[in-house]
């Protein structure tokens, strides 16, 4: 099957340590998000793609994240100096015109990251 | 700022009885809503969608109605299944500004009972 797929699903980290996270989206979709989900709380959103461009980047996304999707393809999610606050499960997630104009967004099963 | 609310965290409904998922938005741009609905250890999954020009989709034995004046929209689920059991998401978008982020309401837990 070619869903989308994160990794790792897991990662544990000591605050102040960077992670990067990787999301492989269905192939041939050009648009690409990030969101977090914290717990009890619906996903956020974080940022998105259309291949290789990033369009938008949410006021969640503070200067210690940096996301990239060279080439339009996988995309990674990095965040430098984590904190506690980091700690969530973040969900890629990728979509096409041909899924209702965008609208249906297929998601991975997230990464969850706890910061210690 | 929660633009997308769903007020009722769970829901328990016996097996064949209908189930009802109700939820609010305050951001009166969004033009597209949909429902997601999530196991644990995966990702949401699409469910069903509706867009503003419409108050009522329906897909199997799944139909969301919206309401517009009200700022509501509702899933009902009939009959409801065991394999129903999961947390559903409502999420809206402002679809003509081409973004089509999706902004999410905090999710109901739906246990059907056999």
């Known amino acids: 099957d070619t869903g989308v797929s994160q990794n790792p699903r897991h990662k544990i980290t000591k605050r102040g340590q960077n992670v990067t996270f990787r999301c492989d989206p269905i192939s041939e979709h050009n648009r690409l998000y990030w969101y977090r989900q914290t717990l009890g709380q619906g996903p956020e959103f974080l940022t998105y793609f259309q291949n290789e461009a990033q369009l938008e980047k949410s006021r969640l996304l503070s200067d210690r994240f940096s996301a990239e999707r060279p080439k339009g393809s996988f995309s990674t999610l990095e965040i430098q100096r984590t904190e506690q606050g980091d700690s969530a499960m973040y969900l890629c997630?990728?979509?096409?015109?041909?899924?209702?104009?965008?609208?249906?967004?297929?998601f991975g099963p997230g990464t969850r990251l706890t910061v210690l | 700022d929660q633009q997308v609310k769903q007020n009722s965290p769970s829901l328990s409904v016996q097996e064949g009885r209908i189930s009802i998922l109700n939820c609010d938005y305050t951001?009166?741009?969004?033009?597209?809503f949909l429902w997601y609905k999530k196991y644990p250890a995966e990702g949401p999954t699409f469910l069903i969608s509706i867009s503003s020009i419409k108050d009522k989709n329906e897909d199997g034995r799944f139909t969301v109605f919206l309401n517009k004046s009200a700022k509501h929209l509702s899933l009902h689920i009939v009959p409801s299944q065991p394999g129903d059991s999961a947390v559903y998401f409502c999420?809206?978008?402002?679809?003509?500004?081409?973004?089509?982020?999706?902004?999410f309401g905090a999710g109901t837990t739906v246990t059907v009972r056999a």
């Open positions: 951001n009166s741009m969004f033009d597209y």
């Open positions: 997630a990728s979509s096409s015109y041909r899924d209702r104009g965008y609208n249906e967004q297929f």
């Open positions: 999420a809206a978008s402002v679809a003509r500004s081409n973004d089509y982020k999706l902004s």
